[in-house]
């Protein structure tokens, strides 16, 4: 089955402990990309991938890392995470890119960082 | 910078009736308008795209609407059901742009009463 995965689904953590959310997808995509989503203010894009070790800034990249050593994986590390940064959070991929073809997001990881 | 603006942010309408949803777009160069539909504690999904090379895209209850003069576009639904219930986002995005970004719209929350 075609799919996005993202682990773990749901997470606590505490202020500054290093967390690592997976995400990895089964279509060959070239593009994929990380949201997250907060009452109020939809979906916005953290960082984004063309391609394998190509990544770019989104709207909202403060606080965050990622990496594409691999096609089918785009990890997001939140090295110190803090309070603001709790929130659910989508992985999504797509052929092209998302202009051009459909987005399939994960099931999505709800964090929580007390 | 180049926003999508969505309105209204909450629609309520009877079950039966039908609910229109409008996006205006600010990058005259937008040309592939998408709408993902999030359902309570969902991932989103797409339901229907339109490109700009043409002015309306129907399936079943579902139906875009393209005004490229005024920038603008809307999701039609008709015959209103409770499984409409939903957060429905618009997008739009250039295939004329390197990195194929979407910008999003910040969702409108449909409520079918019964």
């Known amino acids: 089955e075609a799919q996005v995965t993202q682990n773990p689904r749901y997470l606590i953590t505490v202020t500054g402990k290093k967390l690592t959310v997976t995400c990895s997808q089964n279509?060959?995509?070239?593009?994929m990309s990380w949201y997250r989503q907060d009452p109020g203010l939809g979906l916005r894009q953290i960082y984004y991938s063309m391609n394998v070790e190509v990544t770019d800034k989104g709207d909202v990249p403060e606080g965050y890392k990622v990496s594409r050593k691999e096609k089918r994986n785009f990890p997001l590390i939140l090295e110190s995470p803090s309070p603001n940064q709790t929130s659910l959070y989508f992985c999504?991929?797509?052929?092209?890119?998302?202009?051009?073809?459909?987005?399939?997001f994960g099931a999505g990881s709800r964090l929580t960082v007390l | 910078g180049e926003n999508v603006e969505q309105h209204p942010s909450t629609l309520s309408v009877q079950e039966g009736d039908s609910a229109v949803i409008k996006c205006t777009y600010s990058d005259s160069a937008s040309n592939y308008f998408p709408w993902y539909k999030q359902e309570l504690g969902k991932r989103p999904q797409l339901i229907i795209d339109?490109?700009?090379n043409v002015g309306e895209k129907k399936d079943q209850r579902i139906a875009v609407t393209l005004n490229k003069t005024a920038k603008h576009f809307s999701l039609h639904i008709t015959e209103t059901q409770p499984e409409d219930s939903a957060v429905y986002f618009c997008?739009?995005?250039?295939?004329?742009?390197?990195?194929?970004?979407?910008?999003w719209g910040a969702g409108t929350k449909l409520i079918i009463k019964p």
């Open positions: 339109i490109r700009s």
């Open positions: 999504a991929s797509s052929s092209v890119g998302p202009g051009a073809n459909v987005l399939t």
């Open positions: 997008a739009a995005s250039s295939t004329l742009r390197s990195n194929y970004q979407l910008i």
């Open positions: 279509m060959n995509h070239e593009y």
